[in-house]
């Protein structure tokens, strides 16, 4: 389908989403410079060094819809506490900046997506970019991302090969289709081991993690200073839930 009439779209199902003035004004700010991609540069958990970028929203996971997830939506069998769902219930132009992400993803070629992640990593000055993440929300939907991601990664890496990709995934069915990404790119299992396995474990004590972190792969809930999820060790990140 062309960009311009999915993005179009797009703008009508905010207007029936959002009939609050107030909400659609908010929403609608989203489709400024819709041509360039759509990303986050850093957050204050994440760390300013990094370039944010998402498959789709959490409302759509593809792991929530094939019920792969136990945080999903409760709607659709989920306990409700994924951690993204947040932004999109509290802010309509959250949902919005992640649906246009997807329509990004869908419709643009890897040569795009990756050139356009080039520009966005020359033009940085102030505090350089050395990771994107992918999926704060969102996951894989199937063979077609893994691959297209292989391409954007290679072609980011060829550029900038310091430059490392990461993210994590519950879609245990595509465990060996990740395994064919460049080494740039790190996915972290959510409960199973693909270059890394991400568990959450509600029985790790705050106060024990530092201590913890000396002899364990125990997250600190600082990614700005961590680098446990980044590469590939393929070892158990430990977590507590949040």
């Avoid at 990756?114 to 000055?125: H, L, Q, S």
């Avoid at 996951?139 to 993210?167: M, Q």
């Avoid at 060996?176 to 990404?181: A, D, E, G």
């Avoid at 530092?210 to 600190?220: F, H, T, W, Y």
Wanted: glycine share 6%; aromatic share 10%; net charge positive.
């Amino acid at each position: 389908m062309n960009f311009e009439l999915k993005i179009n779209e797009l703008k009508e199902k905010v207007g029936k989403q959002f009939p609050e003035a107030n909400k659609y004004k908010l929403a609608m700010t989203t489709f400024k410079k819709i041509n360039k991609l759509k990303v986050s540069l850093g957050n204050k958990k994440i760390g300013k060094d990094t370039i944010i970028f998402n498959l789709g929203p959490a409302k759509e996971c593809p792991s929530a819809l094939l019920d792969m997830c136990e945080l999903a939506p409760k709607e659709l069998g989920g306990n409700g506490k994924c951690y993204a769902l947040k932004a999109e219930r509290m802010y309509p132009n959250s949902w919005v900046f992640r649906r246009i992400q997807r329509i990004q993803w869908q419709l643009w070629t890897a040569e795009k997506i990756a050139a356009d992640m080039i520009t966005i990593i020359k033009t940085r000055r102030s505090n350089p970019i050395k990771f994107i993440r992918l999926n704060e929300s969102g996951d894989f939907s199937n063979f077609e991302d893994i691959k297209k991601l292989g391409i954007i990664a290679r072609l980011v890496g060829e550029a900038y090969p310091k430059i490392k990709f990461y993210t994590y995934s519950h879609r245990k069915d595509l465990r060996t289709k990740f395994l064919t990404l460049p080494g740039n790119v790190t996915i972290n299992g959510s409960g199973f081991m693909i270059h890394n396995e991400y568990h959450i474990n509600s029985e790790i004590p705050y106060e024990l993690k530092p201590e913890l972190a000396r002899d364990q792969m125990v997250c600190l809930d600082d990614c700005s200073t961590c680098n446990l999820c980044k590469v590939q060790h393929g070892q158990e990140i430990l977590q507590t839930i949040h």
